[in-house]
């Protein structure tokens, strides 16, 4: 009996042994999903300048503007608006081989011939990033829907030019219009000359590889009339923000760095209008890449 006890308690030992303890279950946090990873950017836009009737004599800013985009390493050349439909095609067979932002730029009967080809590259239902009509002439069509961005800078009471240019209806792009017949410094035959213009088309030109294709629905048309002795500044379109307590149209103003004629005019109000909160008003703005994520996220430190 003594032997048959000591045999027993050997053999609960050994088999304690040899089972491990049980361990509670640790719990696993879920693993942060990673950002996004920022768009790739878009290749080097394609742009292509039209001039207007006699362009190598009252177009020549167009050359001018080429010479700088060209400088900047970008593919700019201009045309005369008689060889419209031709470039056009061009252009078309060109996007067909190697897609790549396409840009229409054009004075007087260019700004006309910028406007045609975005027609013919709808019905090839290719997209046109970004066109800018500078005084195009009256006949000017209406915008077609295949325009992401579309710019017109115009004098409304000029006869060789004056082309007050809008949109097809159901157009979801980006479209600004800008009258600048109170400049009296400005004329049908120098208003492509700007040189601050230039500037913000070659600035405008350089963010478009960076910016994803987008037909945003809350972008808001704008139409201007610039004040005179104003210089231009092109936004894209207007973005509608809510008004917070205490906000005026002066603090709006500041704080978005928009002149306050441009809120003014936005919402077809007065500059001194009161606002109440929760009111939205239509505040302008431009297209700039979208932040990357890692830029945009915030460590949490405790």
């Given at each position: 009996?003594v032997l048959?006890?000591?045999a027993?308690?050997?053999?609960?030992?050994?088999?304690?042994a040899?089972?491990?303890?049980k361990?509670?279950?640790?719990?696993?946090a879920?693993a942060?999903?990673?950002?996004?990873?920022p768009?790739?950017?878009?290749?080097?836009?394609?742009?292509?300048?039209?001039?207007?009737?006699?362009?190598?004599?009252?177009?020549?800013?167009?050359?001018?503007?080429?010479?700088?985009?060209?400088?900047?390493?970008?593919?700019a050349?201009v045309?005369?608006?008689?060889?419209?439909?031709?470039?056009?095609?061009?252009?078309?067979?060109?996007?067909?081989?190697a897609?790549?932002?396409?840009?229409?730029?054009?004075?007087s009967?260019g700004?006309?011939?910028s406007v045609?080809?975005?027609e013919?590259?709808?019905?090839?239902?290719?997209?046109?990033?970004l066109?800018?009509?500078?005084?195009?002439a009256?006949?000017?069509g209406d915008?077609?829907?295949?325009?992401?961005r579309?710019i017109n800078?115009?004098l409304?009471?000029?006869v060789?030019?004056?082309g007050?240019v809008v949109t097809?209806p159901?157009?979801?792009?980006?479209y600004?219009?800008?009258?600048?017949?109170?400049?009296?410094?400005?004329?049908h035959?120098?208003i492509?000359?700007s040189?601050?213009i230039?500037?913000?088309?070659?600035?405008?030109?350089?963010?478009?590889?960076?910016?994803?294709?987008q037909?945003q629905?809350?972008?808001v048309?704008?139409?201007?009339?610039?004040?005179?002795?104003?210089?231009?500044e092109?936004w894209?379109?207007?973005?509608?923000?809510?008004?917070?307590?205490?906000?005026?149209m002066?603090?709006?103003a500041?704080?978005?760095?928009v002149?306050l004629?441009?809120?003014?005019?936005?919402?077809?109000?007065p500059e001194s209008?009161?606002?109440?909160?929760?009111q939205?008003?239509?505040?302008?703005?431009?297209?700039?890449?979208?932040?990357?994520?890692?830029?945009?996220?915030t460590?949490?430190r405790r």
């Open positions: 009996m048959s006890a000591v027993l308690l050997a053999f609960s030992a050994g088999m304690a040899a089972s491990p303890a361990t509670k279950p640790v719990a696993v879920p942060a999903s990673p950002p996004p990873p768009p790739e950017p878009l290749p080097p836009p394609k742009i292509y300048l039209f001039r207007g009737a006699m362009g190598p004599i009252f177009s020549t800013g167009m050359d001018r503007l080429s010479e700088k985009l060209t400088q900047a390493g970008f593919s050349d045309y005369e608006f008689t060889i419209c439909r031709w470039i056009g095609d061009r252009a078309i067979s060109s996007y067909k081989e897609p790549a932002p396409i840009v229409l730029i054009g004075h009967m700004g006309l011939c045609v080809i975005s013919m590259a709808a019905k090839e239902n290719i997209p046109i990033s066109v800018i009509t500078i005084d195009p009256h006949a000017t915008v077609p829907l295949n325009v992401e579309f800078i115009f409304s009471d000029s060789l030019g004056g007050d097809k159901g157009y979801r792009g980006h600004a219009s800008y009258d600048l017949k109170e400049n009296a410094r400005v004329s035959i120098n492509e000359k040189d601050n230039h500037r913000q088309i070659l600035d405008m030109v350089t963010q478009l590889p960076r910016i994803p294709a037909t629905a809350d972008a048309p704008l139409r201007y009339l610039v004040p005179a002795g104003t210089l231009v092109l894209d379109s207007g973005v509608r923000l809510p008004v917070r307590r205490g906000d005026t002066e603090s709006i500041a704080a978005n760095r002149p004629w441009s809120l003014a005019q936005s919402n077809s109000l209008a009161p606002l109440t909160p929760g939205s008003i239509i505040v302008p703005r431009h297209l700039t890449p979208p932040e990357p994520a890692a830029a945009m996220a460590p949490n």
